[in-house]
């Protein structure tokens, strides 16, 4: 026997559900249930780390054959018969598993051991040779396609060959002879495709079934699934070798999945898909329509009676909603797999509360169990129902939400039409794992077959992507690029809407309008009828109470700062003066960067006074008694001056026709003299203070004078001054020196004391670095993430985004844009390191960010295990940063 150093394989009765890691999850999930006394065909698992050293070599490690062989002869044992023997043969199942589910990624291989000798054994043993044959097609065409590469439309074009000839177009309807005839035929096409025979030792059929699984976790679609879903790729995945159980030995045999609760709506009952006389790849596949779960009460009752006792078992084990595969063989019910199931996202939060409820959970672990990314999608707007559409079909409301876009019918065209900005429904008779990156790119999927356990379903709910399944009136007619349905024909390129809450499809574009969780975040009213808005209430309310970071927002108006404040918002952490010199204010803003003297500059700054002090007395009041952190100018100038090849062509006509404008020249001249090669680290920020005389002593007249206003009127404003882009500390000591002399003169003519911070944006990395020098000058520090990944990065966010990031994503280079999601390592690294610094000089420096990060669900975490004090988002994502900070906060 092995030790434990080296022990790379594992029958089912050695492992359990906490092994993950290494046995990855259908293999430790299937030894839990084997552990629970529950009806598992025997088998045994082959680790991530076979997997991992498998694709670090490109070969097997050299122990692994021995261990295989040795687990491969107790199995043998437990059964009673060999692996492809003659008569009576044993037949595995060969089975991915990766640590995080990848449904449909990787491959699986069904039937291994049956050959031309042993598939005559099962006819007999059976006494049902259409059975046998039927398997050992299913065999050559899985191993044809998944271990010798060969494309698959070769094997389907060979089966409609043969329904065709029988008159059909029904699997069933083929009869022994016509399978017979079938699996010559797919010998054939394995010879002329891939050059060899197909192989008829059983064993050598496990090896290459174990070798192409572990090959197919570096496959397109798996890098793509990973890369989407966030799953690291140097995970590897797990084998499991399985004893087949038969679904499509007879009409009492079959195969299903099961779900211990609606995955679409979370409600309790009995869901899921059955389909008699198939393998499971036929539920998964769509390729025949299932019936419902609740059929089977009247097909094999004993058998759904136990299937119901296990699925109870199960999710009180689990403490969650449980996906599970189950095989019947002539009235047995055997178990396949479980795992935590996938589910949307109002599903996830009426589940979580339905635990608690049932006292299986409680509200802290409630709120680990759902996501920003679930909240977001619940914001999203539905189909108005009062408006008029035209309904032409009805299928399974797989995943909900609305969707409104083009018809397109295939994958290569989604992902070329959304490139180009295009809105795309992906339109297919069922979806397989190669159309991932079409489904993707569209809004919404819609299938002619399948189930809410198909493909399609699994992928989109994982994905969160509104889906309509098995809408059988349609008729999608991928050669002539058309579908069918109610006398309607559309053709690739004409829009559609599909309501995957219901399940509907509509021609034309329907309205779309707020969704009842945006409208609950608006108002606070919770509907007690409306059990999604009961739930989500639920769980921010625990979120609320238990999150340690407060949660601020972006907001530049006075509206922006209302709303934000309906939605939770406890402040303001970037309240952006430069959009307020734009509209009408432009030309002020123009006469002042084309001034040539002191006089008509400070002109120019008093015109803009009142108007800066009225937008900050509106936000002032909107935030009243919360903290507003408001950022003094910080773009280049030239940003408010017309574009400079515009302005070049205006003068140079108006000079043709002998009309020379003057101010145009003038403004011409300002343009080339302002211009620079790289604005992004040019003259803007502090070095505006610094360099323009009375710009920024302007910006803070009005702040405070605002602030003095509304004390006057009885509220109580919190004002935060923000110096941004410093780099250190004299920068800002000069700033703020001019802020103080400010606070003194509107002190003296107000009347009014007021009490207000001076702080600054860490956007640099010298900033970062010297943070404990700025520190002793500055009471707040802002992150400035966006900037701060620029400049670590060395990226012109602007240019770089369009130039190459999307083949960076595409080769892995990056798992996720920076701009996205913080790069930890190393922008977290200067947060980490000035956080540190800062705190180190002044201990209650209170510290947040303020770029677009500060929604970003990861980032969030990030963030409270550094320990600033707040994060800040756009308004729209103020509720996403409330939940995560929430779930940021280990339970108690």
């Given at each position: 026997?092995?030790?434990?150093g080296?022990?790379?394989v ?8 906490d092994?993950?890691d290494l046995?990855?999850g ?5 030894a839990e ?10 088998g ?6 076979a997997?991992?050293?498998y694709?670090?070599?490109g ?7 021995a ?17 492809g ?8 199942s060969?089975?991915?598993g990766?640590?995080?589910?990848m449904p449909?990624?990787?491959e ?9 000798q ?6 007999a043993?059976?006494?049902n ?7 050992y ?16 439309e070769h ?8 329904k065709d ?6 699997d069933?309807?083929?009869?022994a ?7 010559e035929?797919f010998k ?21 079934a174990?070798?192409?699984v572990?090959?197919s ?7 793509v ?25 007879d009409?009492q045999?079959?195969t299903g999945v ?8 979370g409600?309790?009952?009995i869901y ?28 094999d ?14 999710e009180?084990?689990y ?10 063989e002539?009235?047995k019910?055997?178990m396949?797999?479980t795992r935590v ?21 409680d509200m802290d ?10 909240l ?6 539905r189909?108005?129902?009062?408006a ?8 399974m409301?797989?995943?909900?939400g609305?969707?409104?876009g ?7 065209t ?26 993707i790119?569209?809004?919404g ?10 493909h ?6 994982g994905m969160?992507?509104?889906c ?6 349609v ?25 995957g809450t ?6 034309g ?5 707020d969704?009842?969780v ?7 009213a919770?509907e007690?009828?409306d059990d ?9 309310r625990?979120a609320?109470g238990?999150?340690?970071m407060?949660?601020?927002a ?10 934000a404040?309906r ?9 952006r003066?430069?959009h307020?010199?734009?509209g009408d204010?432009?030309k ?23 108007l ?5 007395v ?6 009243d ?7 003094l ?11 400079i ?7 140079a006509?108006?000079?043709a026709?002998?009309?020379p404008?003057?101010n ?6 300002a343009v ?6 790289n604005?992004?680290?040019g003259?803007r ?5 610094v360099?323009i ?6 910006q803070s007249?009005a702040i405070?004078?605002a602030?003095a206003?509304?004390i ?9 001054i ?11 000591e ?5 802020i ?5 003169e509107?002190?003296?003519?107000t009347?009014?004391h007021?009490e ?10 010298r ?8 520190a ?5 520090f ?23 990031f999307?083949?960076?994503l595409?080769?892995?280079?990056f798992g996720?844009?920076p701009?996205?999601s ?7 690294e ?10 180190s ?7 947040g ?5 500060g929604?970003d ?7 409270d ?9 756009s308004p729209f ?5 409330r939940l995560?900070?929430?779930r ?5």
């Amino acid at each position: 026997m092995t030790t434990a150093g080296d022990k790379l394989v594992y029958g089912f009765a050695e492992g359990n559900r906490d092994m993950r890691d290494l046995l990855g999850g259908k293999g430790a999930n299937l030894a839990e249930m084997t552990n629970l006394g529950l009806p598992v065909p025997p088998g045994f698992t082959i680790t991530t780390e076979a997997c991992r050293a498998y694709l670090r070599s490109g070969r097997q490690p050299a122990e692994l054959d021995a261990q295989v062989s040795e687990h491969l002869t107790v199995l043998e044992q437990a059964m009673g018969k060999k692996l492809g023997q003659s008569d009576d043969p044993l037949l595995v199942s060969v089975r991915s598993g990766a640590k995080f589910s990848m449904p449909g990624m990787m491959e699986t291989v069904l039937n291994i051991g049956l050959n031309d000798q042993s598939v005559r054994g099962l006819a007999a043993q059976a006494a049902n040779e259409r059975f046998a044959f039927d398997s050992y097609r299913r065999l050559i065409q899985m191993f044809g396609k998944t271990v010798l590469g060969i494309d698959g439309e070769h094997f389907e074009d060979a089966i409609d060959a043969a329904k065709d000839a029988k008159g059909t177009h029904n699997d069933l309807d083929l009869d022994a002879e016509d399978l017979r005839k079938l699996v010559e035929t797919f010998k054939d096409v394995v010879v002329e495709q891939a050059g060899r025979p197909f192989p008829q030792e059983p064993r050598e059929q496990m090896d290459l079934a174990v070798r192409a699984v572990f090959d197919s976790w570096n496959t397109p679609r798996a890098v793509v699934y990973r890369r989407q879903e966030r799953i690291p790729g140097d995970l590897g995945t797990a084998v499991s070798v399985v004893a087949m159980v038969f679904g499509n030995l007879d009409m009492q045999s079959g195969t299903g999945v099961a779900f211990t609760r609606d995955p679409a709506s979370g409600a309790q009952g009995i869901y899921g898909d059955y389909l008699q006389n198939a393998q499971g790849e036929d539920v998964v596949a769509g390729i025949r329509n299932t019936v419902p779960l609740a059929e089977l009460e009247e097909i094999d009752k004993s058998s759904y009676d136990e299937l119901l006792q296990i699925m109870k078992k199960l999710e009180e084990h689990y403490r969650d909603l449980c996906d599970i595969e189950f095989t019947i063989e002539r009235g047995k019910l055997w178990m396949l797999q479980t795992r935590v199931g996938k589910r949307t996202a109002g599903a996830a939060f009426r589940i979580a509360t339905q635990l608690v409820d049932q006292g299986l959970i409680d509200m802290d672990e409630a709120v680990s169990r759902v996501t920003g990314a679930q909240l977001a999608q619940l914001m999203f707007p539905r189909f108005d129902d009062k408006a008029s559409r035209t309904k032409i079909a009805q299928g399974m409301n797989a995943s909900p939400g609305a969707a409104v876009g083009r018809v397109v019918f295939d994958s290569e065209t989604a992902t070329r039409w959304a490139r180009s900005g295009d809105d795309v429904i992906l339109v297919r008779r069922e979806t397989n794992p190669d159309d991932l990156n079409g489904m993707i790119a569209a809004k919404g999927i819609l299938t002619s077959r399948g189930g809410k356990t198909s493909h399609a379903a699994v992928v989109a709910r994982g994905m969160g992507k509104t889906c309509v399944c098995g809408a059988e009136s349609v008729v999608v007619d991928t050669r002539n690029r058309t579908l069918r349905a109610k006398g309607t024909e559309l053709r690739e390129g004409d829009v559609i809407s599909i309501d995957g809450t219901t399940g509907e499809v509509f021609a034309g574009a329907v309205p779309v309008v707020d969704s009842p969780v945006v409208r609950y975040f608006e108002d606070g009213a919770v509907e007690e009828s409306d059990d999604l808005v009961v739930a989500v209430d639920r769980i921010m309310r625990h979120a609320d109470g238990a999150r340690r970071m407060v949660v601020r927002a972006n907001a530049d108006t006075a509206e922006d700062a209302a709303r934000a404040r309906r939605f939770g918002a406890q402040g303001i952490g970037l309240c952006r003066t430069e959009h307020m010199f734009l509209g009408d204010r432009r030309k002020l803003v123009e006469r002042l960067i084309l001034a040539e003297d002191d006089g008509t500059r400070e002109k120019q700054l008093d015109e803009l006074l009142p108007l800066q002090r009225e937008d900050f007395v509106g936000v002032l009041e909107a935030m009243d008694g919360l903290p507003v952190t408001i950022r003094l100018l910080d773009p280049p100038l030239h940003e408010f001056l017309p574009d400079i090849t515009e302005l070049s062509v205006r003068v140079a006509v108006a000079e043709a026709k002998g009309e020379p404008r003057e101010n145009d020249l003038r403004m011409l001249q300002a343009v080339h003299r302002l211009h620079e090669q790289n604005p992004m680290l040019g003259l803007r920020g502090v070095r505006l203070g610094v360099v323009i005389p009375g710009l920024f002593e302007m910006q803070s007249r009005a702040i405070l004078e605002a602030a003095a206003a509304r004390i006057d009127a009885g509220g109580v404003p919190r004002v935060e001054i923000m110096v941004p882009l410093v780099a250190n500390v004299q920068e800002f000591e000069t700033v703020k020196h001019n802020i103080i002399q400010v606070a003194r003169e509107v002190r003296a003519s107000t009347g009014v004391h007021l009490e207000f911070l001076v702080g600054t944006m860490i956007e640099l990395p010298r900033a970062a670095l010297t943070a404990d020098q700025i520190a002793d000058a500055a009471e707040f520090f802002s992150f400035g993430t966006n900037d701060l990944t620029q400049t670590t990065w060395g990226f012109s966010r602007d240019d770089v985004e369009a130039a190459f990031f999307s083949a960076y994503l595409e080769q892995g280079i990056f798992g996720i844009s920076p701009f996205e999601s913080l790069d930890v390592e190393g922008v977290g690294e200067l947060v980490a390191i000035a956080v540190e610094k800062g705190r180190s000089r002044r201990p209650g420096l209170k510290l947040g960010v303020c770029g677009e990060h500060g929604g970003d669900p990861d980032s969030v975490h990030f963030f409270d295990r550094v320990g600033l004090d707040y994060v800040s988002c756009s308004p729209f994502r103020v509720p996403v940063a409330r939940l995560e900070a929430g779930r940021a906060v280990p339970p108690a």
